[in-house]
């Protein structure tokens, strides 16, 4: 089954450092990757995706994601981090078939110090 | 830009009783998902439906649970006697095709709390 891990559970930043979230992913196959942010009392808001082509995308906000098969990893990053990117990162994998669920990763909490 | 919309935003709820959460899907996606994050925990999948049936459903997902969709735009997680574990925030989603490349876009959730 698959899984996705995101090794850091809290990061603290100050405001205009630079940013990188982990995710590692466990999938036998070309797995489709996503990043998603929930900012306090709000729902899941999508930055980027990957499925194919270029392994770095870009995303919302400045984010941008590089994904590195042979690593299993899907990290997100961003230059300068700015005081309302404050907020929970969620790595999520899905399957390659139709109509089916997204494996979340347990989510990274982001702070700024400013 | 178009949005799911969930209702309410907050539901308190005796355990035992029933409870219907609602979400419009944005109107021309065709699957919808139901998630459960319980506090402080990861986003779990709960169900998928298409073309009026569920299409897949995990383990969380038991006889307890039910989803519907009622009419052209709302789509529906009842929760049947309730329980202290399932206070959580339930999140809806939906997607235009299903394939596994198409993000699913979420609402804002309902938070439930059962006493």
């Known amino acids: 089954a698959q899984s996705v891990t995101q090794p850091d559970i809290h990061i603290t930043v100050s405001e205009g450092a630079s940013l990188e979230l982990r995710c590692n992913y466990s999938?036998?196959?070309?797995?489709?990757l996503f990043w998603y942010v929930q900012s306090p009392g709000q729902g899941l808001q999508l930055l980027l995706k990957?499925?194919?082509?270029?392994?770095l995308v870009q995303g919302i906000k400045g984010f941008e994601a590089e994904f590195k098969r042979s690593q299993s990893s899907f990290n997100l990053r961003k230059p300068s981090v700015h005081w309302s990117d404050a907020a929970e990162y969620f790595c999520?994998?899905?399957?390659?078939?139709?109509?089916?669920?997204?494996?979340f990763g347990p989510g990274t909490r982001l702070s700024v110090l400013p | 830009e178009p949005e799911v919309t969930q209702t309410p935003s907050h539901q308190v709820t005796q355990m035992g009783q029933e409870v219907i959460l609602r979400c419009v899907p944005i109107?021309?996606?065709?699957?919808f998902y139901w998630y459960r994050q319980i506090l402080g925990q990861k986003v779990e999948f709960l169900v998928s439906?298409?073309?009026?049936?569920?299409?897949?459903k995990s383990e969380i997902f038991d006889d307890q649970f039910s989803v519907e969709r009622p009419d052209g735009s709302n789509f529906t997680l009842k929760i049947r006697s309730t329980k202290l574990e399932d206070s959580a925030m339930y999140f809806c989603?939906?997607?235009?095709?299903?394939?596994?490349?198409?993000?699913?876009?979420f609402g804002d959730g309902t938070r439930l709390s059962i006493l």
């Open positions: 990957y499925f194919s082509g270029d392994t």
């Open positions: 439906f298409y073309n009026n049936e569920i299409s897949e």
């Open positions: 109107s021309n996606h065709l699957y």
């Open positions: 989603a939906s997607s235009d095709t299903g394939q596994s490349n198409q993000p699913q876009h």
């Open positions: 999938y036998g196959a070309t797995p489709y």
């Open positions: 999520a994998v899905a399957p390659d078939n139709y109509g089916q669920n997204f494996v």
